[in-house]
């Protein structure tokens, strides 16, 4: 019954800020390398953030200085706070779980829509 749950995905104008979280369930938390991706329509699925369970940071060169991936172990939580949003950010964004030796698991997305 693991699960990823992510929230705060929504419309916002170009220049705007969201932040979204993903709440993990029923999986040993710390000790997973999380990540945000977003698959925006006709792309892949790209990485857009990535944070180790030692707290190394790793960023797309298009969100870098924008974009500020963190997690908060005691809950369960890995954010996204995306500043200076552009429309190309638009996109589906997804929260992975992964551990060496184990399935990834992922969430299922929430919709970020940058537009005027």
């Known amino acids: 019954q693991v699960q990823l749950v992510e929230s705060g995905g929504g419309l916002v104008q170009p220049g705007g800020s969201l932040r979204l979280s993903c709440a993990a369930s029923k999986i040993a938390f710390s000790i997973y390398d999380m990540a945000w991706y977003r698959q925006a329509p006709g792309n892949e699925r790209d990485l857009v953030a990535r944070i180790t369970m030692s707290y190394k940071t790793t960023y797309a060169e298009s969100v870098q200085g924008r974009f500020t991936i963190s997690r908060d172990n005691a809950e369960n939580t890995v954010y996204l706070q995306m500043n200076d949003l552009k429309p190309e950010d638009t996109a589906v964004y997804y929260c992975?779980?992964?551990?060496?030796?184990?399935?990834?698991?992922w969430g299922q997305g929430t919709q970020v829509t940058v537009s005027s």
């Open positions: 992975k779980a992964d551990l060496r030796n184990k399935p990834d698991y």
